[in-house]
């Protein structure tokens, strides 16, 4: 039986990390944002669980991943806290409108 | 007794805890809850405090050993310093009293009550009645830890809490700029003396190595170390303009004894203290003090510091002829000073302060000639006299404030006249003070003046020590300096005579001519349609009251100290009578000044002479009364203002203080404060210009350019974390080739050790080395191995998983060794640590002695040279 070489997995989680570091970057959508924030832990996430595979015996990258997925449920909860909060006041979720701290 | 000398053994006299400490006491509850206890608690405190500490100092004293030992306590050691060869020179807080300290502790204490007590009525208006308790009770503290030191460290201590609080009360009144100023200039003057008294400690420590007085007694004989000094620090006749060199630098370094140099930096912390030439400026000025405090630090205790330390430190000043011969001069010079000054004041305390620093340069001709118990005794019967004096102008000032609440127009003798009508009390007090001070026969002053006269008629001040050691000729005293001397002081003890009978007339006769002085008052003859007030009467006749409140005598806590100190200045001359042999202080005195008396012999030709030579002081007294009598009493003041009239540059100069102060503000005051512009420039432009301002200005400026990145949006942040994540991961992947060297044993065997930094999935190549292949190996590190002079390059590639490769070349050489010379080798003896080899060449011949243990080569070279 054959399995699916390490590297596969490494290639995808790259390809999603900089999927999400491009959106983060280019989009101004706070809630796409917070997305693009989720699909980086997730590539993370799939990198530790890989590696994984090649020390079996050791839980270490799994044991991450689950204290990466908890930080990440806190950090959307926070984030989408702090989102509603600021359409509350500036009528809009536009993150270059999050300016009032300037000047 | 028996059970109190029990109790306090001569080695262990914890009683002098309770004298230190009861007024310290005093003025630690008056200082810290003296505000919320109110006036009468405060009296009580302070009164209680002096008064407890009075009691305990006369138990001390009837205490004192007959022998003329001492009594001793140590309190705690304190540290020890380093002497001359490493010697440890111990520092304890230790006290001890002898005769004179004892005494002394008896006229501070005893005075200090009496003023206490009449401070206690005379401050009772002052809202700062707690703080000045205080300070008083703080004051005698200091004064008595400097008098019962038994070493000079903690004697400095003593000496330095006096001159702060005499510092606080100077300007207890700080409102007035005049009093805040006087105040500093007592302290900062007080400095220069106190650089003296710290430079004598630390040369005691070289010579003596030695602090404690009997410590510095047995080993005073190392005082007489000839020194060479070059006068003005160590300055060469090049780095002066030629002139100035010549002038003030002489060919050779001046040769003198030790203690000539120990004794003048003492003395030079005396004069600061007890206001001498030249440093006497500040004590006239400290009469913007309280006029208690007058009397109980600037006359009677805090500046006789100096002449008793002078009296402490006698087995350093008998040493040097030279320096009692300075302190003998210095003390002449300031007593006519001091005294001429005093002829024309006008203001009653300025006369009297005045008349302290002349009386003491009459300490100072005391102990200077060698009569250090005649010195002393003058300060004992000084404290009587200007105490009383002094407390007897607060009383008169205290009188005049029922006329009129200004400073200066109270304390005018212009001003007074005729009080003896409202305050008999204080008049007769201070006639008797007068009498003691000018000299009258039998009187405390008479006794103690004439004695010192007497001193410096007949003594011969000689080195015998010196002789003995022979190693450089002594001073000697020419021999008219005594008897120029004391012709000095008889002229100063004239015109003491006559200033203070001037200022006895001029207050306490005549008519009151202090009912003019009040607001609002109008001379009759002045205005012109003035005239129907009604008041008719003549100038002279203004002895009768106009309005307002008439002088008063003081009450009775203010008059009980004049009487007592009155009295004792009137008899207290009876304890060291000598021409009439009674002399019971004398005699307690005598062990204390044992040691020398054989260095003070009695001069040729004085001999017998003591009953004539008596009759100038007695004339002295006699002229300056006369005078005074003629000039204030029957004329009324007429003939100085003729004087004044006629000579008036030179009543002003000698009423302006022979303008010495404006000499020192031209001078060394200008001089100081040139310096001190010109660190202010410094401050100004180069701390604050340079420093403070350029970096602030260049902070705002990065602050400026780093401003720009902080544009608050969110994905400029990511997108600059992104670029820093790249950069760490470029490090990451690329390999990196860093060599490490360890050549230790390169000059011994040729060998050195390279290894390369390591590194994840590193494989590592090292080219030229003739014994390692060129293929990829983990080996990270290899011992390369020199030949003598040789020169070698050695590449090392670092290859990663990557495949990327870097790579680093080191060059190694080896010194060569000399022509014809064969390469060390270091026998290995076991256990025998290898030498330090220098680096760099060195000659064939001198190998041998890096392999000899230290030191051993030096021996043997001196062997050799013996």
Redesign the interface.
Known sequence: MSTVPVEYFLIVAAVLFVIG?VG???R?NLLV?LMSIELMLNSVNLTLVAYNRIHAANHAGQNLAFFVIAVAAAEAAVGLAIVLAFFRVRKTIH??E??L??N | MEVLHHQFPANDFALLAIVLLLPAIGAFVNGIFGKRLGKSAVRLMALSAIGGAFLASLLTFLLLPHDGGRLSWLAWRWMSVNGQSGNLVPIDVKFSVDAMSATMMLVVTGVGFLIHLYSSEYMKDDPGYHRFFCYLNLFCFAMLVLITADNLPVLFVGWEGVGMCSYLLIGFWFGEEKNASAGKKAFIVNRIGDFGLIVAMCLLIYYCGNLSWDGIEKTSLGLLTPVKVWPIGNLSRETLPSFLGAILIPDKPVQVYAATLVALALFLGCAGKSAQIPLYVWLPDAMAGPTPVSALIHAATMVTAGVYLVARMHMVFVLSPAAMAVVAVIGVCTALLAASIGLFQHDLKKVLAYSTVSQLGFMFIGVGVGAFAAGFFHVFTHAFFKACLFLGAGSVIHAMHARIHDTDKSQDMRNMGGLKRYMPITRWTFFISCCSIAGLPLTAGFWSKDEILWSAFSAHVANPAAAVTARMAPYEWPSWLGQAIYWGAVLAATMTSFYMFRAYFMTFHGPFRGWTIVRGWKDPHAGHGHDDHGHDHDREESDKPLEGPEPHESPLPMTIPLVVLAAFAAFAGFLNAHPIHIAPLGHLLEPVFEGAGRFITEREGAKGMMWTMMAPGFAAFLAGTAAAMYVYLNRAGQPERQFAARAGWFYRLVYDKWRIDELYDATVVGMVDALADIFTMADKWLIDGVLARLTALLTALIGTLLRTLQTGRVQVYAAVMLVGLAGVGWFMAVPHAEVAMDDTSLRATGEVKLSAAPGYGYTFRWDGLAATDSQLTDRASVVVRLAPGEKKDVKVSVKNAFGLESVETVSLTRPGLPPGAKAPEAPRVPGMVRPDIPTGEIPADEIHKLLLPRGADQAGEKGEQK
């Open positions: 570091a983060f970057l280019l101004r944002l993150s270059d999050a300016n701290l300037k």
